[in-house]
C-alpha cells in the first residue's frame, strides 16, 4: 500500500498519531510523560500552532493541532527528535523511540474538530485503563473541563467557547459532551482516502490544492502571513531584553526574514540569526528540560 501524501497548507488542521517503534512504550514514568509536553508546548509555540487537545497512552499519542503557517513535518520532526534524544539519554538507550512515520489525517475543522476533542480525550476510557476521562493525567480532558491548570500551550478557551461564552456553563456542556462520546460512533468510519476526514466540499478543496501542485513554499508569504503584524508594531517600545523576544518572534512566528529584520533594525543579519539561536536556546531550556 502506498504511503498517504503528506499535505501542507496554511489552517490546514491534523489529528496527529504517533505510536512507540515495534508499538513498545514510549513512556515508562511521569517523568517521560511530563517531559514529553514540556517539548511539545516548546514545538507549539516555536512553530506557531494550536493545540487544541492531546492524550499520551504507554505507547504512542494524539495530538489535535491546527497549523497556520502550514509547518507539520518542520514541528513534528522537532517534536520526536527532541523527545528520541532525552528519552534516550535518560533511560541509556540508543536507536529509534518511535516509529518512523506517524499520521496525520486532514480534518475539516468546521464538522469534525469538537468531535476529536472528545474521542482523542476518551482513549483510556475506551481502552480499560480508567472508568472516566477525568482519571486520566496525561491527556488534555482535565484542564478543558477545569480540573487542573494543564499545560499553557492548550487552546481550552477555544474549546470552550464553542459551548457558551459564560466558562462555568461551558465547562458543564463540555464535560457532559465527552460523555455522551462513549455512546457515539467513532468518526474513523468516515475517514476517506486514509488522509481526509471531512465533508465532500472540503475534500474537493483539498484535492484540487493537490492537483495544483501548490506547496507551502509556492504561496506569497504576503497570503501565509496575512494577518501579522508589521515590523514597527512587534518592535515597538522595546527594551532590550523584550527586543530580543520580538527578533525571535518575527522570525518564527511572523515569517519574517533574517534580513528583513536586520534591515528593519540596522544591524548584519548575521546578528538577528545569533539573536533567533539564543533565544531559542533559552525556550529549550525552560520547555525541554533532560
Partial sequence: MARPLRIEFPNAVYHVTSRGNARDAIFFDEEDFANFLNILCFVVKRYNWILYAYCLMSNHYHLLIETPDGNLSSGMRQLNGIYTQQFNRRHKRVGHVLQGRYKAILVDKDSYLLELCRYIVLNPVRAGIVRHAGQWKWSSYKSTAGYGKGIPCLAKDWVLLQFSNERAGAKKLYIEFVRA????????????????????????????????????????????????????????QKGKREKEKAVYEAHVQYGYTLKDIAAFLGVHYATVSRIVKRVEEKYKKLYCKT
Fill in 181 to 236: 462520546g462513549l455512546k457515539a460512533e467513532t468518526p474513523w468510519k468516515e475517514i476517506k482516502g486514509q488522509i481526509y476526514l471531512g465533508s465532500e466540499e472540503f475534500i474537493s478543496k483539498i484535492k484540487k490544492f493537490i492537483s495544483g501542485k501548490k506547496t507551502i513554499k509556492e504561496i506569497p508569504k504576503a497570503q501565509r502571513y496575512i494577518t501579522r503584524p508589521s515590523l514597527e508594531d512587534i518592535f515597538k
